[in-house]
Nanobody
Framework: QVQLVESGGGLVQAGGSLRLTCAGS????????MGWLRQAPGKGREFVAA????????YYADSVKGRFTISRDNAKNTVYLQMNSVESEDTAVYYCAADPQIADIRTRPGDILYWGKGTLVTVSS
């Protein structure tokens, strides 16, 4: 079992920056690919970013590429999402996810094993 707790959400002005943190506990964190998905008001949950178990490869949605950066520290059981140049369209609840297969995080959210409860990011224009 893996427990995931997100933090770092809040209110930020358009063009500003925010860093989300996902702290994991339970089974060994480093066994899992990790990622972030988000759900905007009235919309479905969508992929944002993912990182392989060793941090060697990262993936991003086109909408955040060049603005967001995902990273992980396996020694601290933590994954980060650095959000720069945020836009009003980035307003959403951001969820941390863990799964043995990074493809699940990228394209099959219904198969993701572990989810956090989410943290709200609101971008003001």
């Amino acid at each position: 079992q893996v427990q995931l707790v997100e933090s770092g959400g809040g209110l930020v002005q358009a063009g500003g920056s925010l860093r989300l943190t996902c702290a994991g506990s339970g089974r060994s964190f480093s066994y899992f690919a990790m990622g972030w998905l988000r759900q905007a008001p009235g919309k479905g949950r969508e992929f944002v970013a993912a990182i392989t178990w060793d941090g060697g490869t990262t993936y991003y949605a086109d909408s955040v590429k060049g603005r967001f950066t995902i990273s992980r520290d396996n020694a601290k059981n933590t994954v980060y999402l650095q959000m720069n140049s945020v836009e009003s369209e980035d307003t959403a609840v951001y969820y941390c996810a863990a799964d043995p297969q990074i493809a699940d995080i990228r394209t099959r959210p219904g198969d993701i094993l572990y989810w956090g409860k989410g943290t709200l990011v609101t971008v003001s224009s």
